[in-house]
């Protein structure tokens, strides 16, 4: 079983990733969500969701964006208040690039830098995995994640009942098979909706 989870290298404080947007089925990894067009050049605001940016965003990149995974060539990249500011090889107006409002963009997994650490993940790897507590009791399927900025919360979805809510804490969270397909945790009091405090 690896590692206890701390931190995910691919995600920004508050934002939610659930497990039908991280394309998980096609095994690919989200770095960035289009925003919505500025200006009349076909440029597009991007909300930047990767470390490295500037690995990923640069004339001549090749992305893929939204669930049809269309690949696009970025003609430009500049700074922004709100990210970076792109736009598109074939698509040199505003009415061109309004199709890819509010859209993903992601990168093949096998393209992503491996975890440095054993403590580090990528949501699609975890997404979907069956929970379990430490006597084998089946919680649910992982199908949120939310960063809070102070830790990672997992929500499960069981299979009746209100969404369980589990810090990413090593006191909750021991850890993960990736091959068995299950989150392993630990209850602490409190977390389930049908607990007391005691």
């Given at each position: 079983?690896?590692?206890?989870?701390?931190?995910?290298?691919?995600?920004?404080?508050?934002?939610?990733?659930?497990?039908?947007?991280?394309?998980r089925a096609a095994g690919r990894i989200i770095i960035g969500r289009l925003r919505k067009p500025h200006g009349v050049?076909?440029?597009?605001?991007?909300?930047?969701?990767?470390?490295?940016?500037?690995?990923?965003?640069?004339?001549?990149?090749v992305i893929f964006v939204g669930p049809r995974q269309v690949p696009l060539t970025l003609r430009s990249v500049r700074p922004s208040r709100q990210g970076l500011l792109v736009a598109f090889e074939?698509?040199?107006?505003?009415?061109?690039?309004?199709?890819?409002?509010?859209?993903?963009?992601?990168?093949?997994?096998?393209e992503a830098a491996a975890p440095e650490a054993d403590d580090e993940y990528y949501d699609f790897e975890l997404l979907g995995l069956q929970v379990v507590t430490e006597d084998g009791r089946v919680l649910g399927p992982l199908v949120e994640i939310l960063e809070t900025g102070a830790n990672d919360v997992f929500i499960v979805q069981p299979e009746s009942?209100?969404?369980?809510?589990?810090?990413?804490?090593?006191?909750?969270?021991?850890?993960?098979?990736?091959?068995?397909?299950?989150?392993?945790v630990r209850l602490l009091p409190g977390l389930l909706p049908d607990q007391g405090d005691t």
């Open positions: 079983m690896s590692q206890r989870p701390r931190a995910s290298r691919h995600r920004r404080a508050g934002r939610r990733i659930h497990v039908d947007d991280a394309h050049r076909g440029e597009m605001n991007l909300e930047v969701l990767t470390d490295h940016p500037e690995a990923r965003f640069y004339p001549g990149a074939g698509y040199p107006d505003r009415n061109a690039v309004e199709i890819f409002r509010n859209q993903w963009v992601t990168i093949p997994a096998e009942g209100p969404p369980i809510l589990l810090p990413v804490i090593d006191e909750v969270v021991r850890g993960w098979d990736l091959e068995a397909g299950r989150i392993v």
